[in-house]
C-alpha cells in the first residue's frame, strides 16, 4: 500500500463491524441505530468507516454540520444523514437536493430555515431537539417548562417548508455511575417523554423519537425508543472508565511511527526545548521519532508519556516537538533508525490505549483519538490486510 510510512494511523474496519454488530444485538428489537460519525468518524476517516457501516445495516448517520454531511455523500453513503448542529438558512437547497435532514432547536432559526426553504421551493426533514438537561441547543424543557416547549414545536411544526420527522435529546451524565447522575439522566428522559406527550394531545407525532448516546445505549435499554445514537462505542473506545468492560468492545485505531535517530550520550545532557530532561547516566541512548504535537501527539506528554520500541515500553524524554520527540532506548537491544515504534496499540505483550492518553492528560478517550493529525495517513485494514490509505495531506483537490 503507497503511504507515507513517516507516522500513521491503522484503521480496523473488521473491529468497527464487530462494535456494531455487538451493540446491535443489545437493542430491544426493532430499534433503530444511528452511527455517530462527526469530526471525520472521530479521526478514524468518515468515509471508510461509515461505507462499511452502511454494508453492515446502519440505518442513519449523524454529523455535526453539512460540510461532514456533502462528504458523506460524495462518498457513496447513501443512507439518510442527520446534522446535529446549526445549517446557515440560505444552504436549504442544499439539504432538500441531497435529502439531508436538519436539526431545529429554536423557533427563531426555525422561522429563517422555513422562510429560505419557501423561496427556494424546498422541503426540509427536520428532527426537533429538545434541551432536557444539556443547557445547550434546544427548546427549553427543563424544570417545569415541557408545556412552553410543546407550544414553541407544534408552531414549529406548522411552519411551511419544513416536515419535522423526528424527535430527540441528549442526555448530560448518562456514561456516569454515580445515584445522583442516573437520576439526572431519568429526569431527562421524563421530560422528554412529557413533551412528546404533550405535542400528541395536539396531533403531533414524530415518526423517530432518539435519546440514547453510546453509554445510555448500553446502560438503559428502556430508553431505547425508536432509534439509538451510538458514536465512541463504534470505534471501540468505551464511553467512560466506568464503562469499561460493559460490552466486547474492539479498539478500531492503532497509531505508529518510526525511529529517525537513535545516539549514545554522557550523563548530563539537556533534551529538548527547554531543557525539561537531563540524562542521568552515561551510555544513555535515546531515540528521536518521527511524530509530534503537529501530529496530535500532545505536548502534555512531555516527560511522562511512554511508547513500545521492539516489544519494550520506551519512556519519552524531554519537551514533545512540533515534529519529534525523544524516548529512551537505552536497555532496548538493537533499537536503531527505521524501527516501527508503537504509540496506539500491542506489540510483545504490551499495550498503549487511547483510555491510557486520556488518563494522562485528563480527557476522554474520544478527544484524544479526534485529535490525531490530518497529516497522519490512515490505513484501513480488513481480513487483516492493507485496503487502502487516505494521505489527506496530498488528497486529490
Known amino acids: ?131 432536557t438537561g444539556m443547557s445547550r441547543i434546544g427548546f427549553f424543557a427543563q424544570h417545569g417548562h415541557e408545556a412552553r416547549a410543546a407550544e414553541e414545536i407544534a408552531r414549529v411544526c406548522a411552519l411551511p417548508g419544513l416536515s419535522c420527522t423526528g424527535v430527540f435529546t441528549h442526555f448530560a451524565c448518562a456514561d456516569e455511575c454515580a445515584g445522583d447522575s442516573r437520576d439526572y439522566t431519568r429526569m431527562q428522559f421524563r421530560s422528554f417523554l412529557d413533551t412528546v406527550e404533550l405535542l400528541e394531545k395536539r396531533g403531533i407525532t414524530f415518526a423517530l423519537r432518539h435519546c440514547c448516546n453510546s453509554a445510555a445505549a448500553l446502560a438503559y435499554p428502556e430508553m431505547h425508543l425508536d432509534m439509538v445514537r451510538l458514536g465512541v462505542v463504534l470505534y471501540g473506545l468505551p464511553p467512560s472508565p466506568e464503562y469499561a468492560g460493559m460490552a466486547d468492545l474492539r479498539p478500531a485505531m492503532s497509531l505508529y511511527t518510526t525511529v529517525t535517530m537513535v545516539k549514545t550520550l554522557e550523563a548530563g545532557i539537556a533534551v529538548s526545548y527547554g531543557r525539561r530532561y537531563v540524562t542521568e547516566h552515561d551510555g544513555q541512548r535515546l531515540a528521536s521519532i518521527a511524530i509530534g504535537y503537529a ?64 488518563a494522562l492528560n485528563g480527557t476522554i478517550n474520544y478527544e484524544e483519538a479526534c485529535l490525531i493529525g490530518r497529516r497522519v495517513p490512515r490505513v484501513y485494514i480488513q481480513g487483516g490486510k492493507e485496503i487502502a490509505a487516505v494521505d489527506y495531506v496530498i488528497a486529490t483537490l
Not at 296 to 310: E, L, M, P
Not at 315 to 342: F, K, N, W
Open 295 to 358: 501530529d496530535g501527539y500532545r505536548r502534555n506528554f512531555t516527560n511522562k508519556g511512554r511508547v513500545i520500541v521492539r516489544g519494550q515500553y520506551a519512556p519519552i524524554t524531554g519537551a514533545v516537538c512540533m515534529d519529534q520527540l525523544m524516548v529512551d532506548v537505552t536497555g532496548i537491544d538493537g533499537a536503531r533508525s527505521g524501527d516501527v515504534v508503537t504509540l496506539i496499540g500491542s506489540e510483545g505483550g504490551k499495550s498503549i490505549t487511547l483510555d491510557d492518553f486520556a
Open 1 to 131: 500500500m503507497d503511504y507515507l510510512r513517516r507516522t500513521w494511523a491503522d484503521i480496523d474496519l473488521d473491529c468497527i463491524v464487530h462494535n456494531y454488530r455487538e451493540l446491535k444485538s443489545r437493542l430491544t428489537p426493532g430499534c433503530r441505530t444511528m452511527a455517530v460519525v462527526k469530526a471525520d468518524a472521530y479521526g478514524h476517516g468518515d468515509g471508510y468507516v461509515s461505507r462499511a457501516l452502511q454494508q453492515e445495516g446502519a440505518d442513519w448517520f449523524a454529523v455535526s454540520n453539512i460540510n461532514e454531511a456533502i462528504s458523506l455523500r460524495r462518498q457513496e453513503v447513501a443512507r439518510p444523514i442527520l446534522i446535529l448542529g446549526c445549517t446557515p438558512p440560505e444552504m436549504a437547497h442544499t439539504l432538500a437536493e441531497l435529502g439531508i435532514s436538519q436539526t431545529v432547536y429554536s423557533e427563531e432559526y426555525a422561522g429563517e430555515l422555513s422562510r429560505a426553504a419557501v423561496e427556494q421551493k424546498a422541503v426540509i426533514d427536520c428532527h426537533v431537539k429538545i434541551d
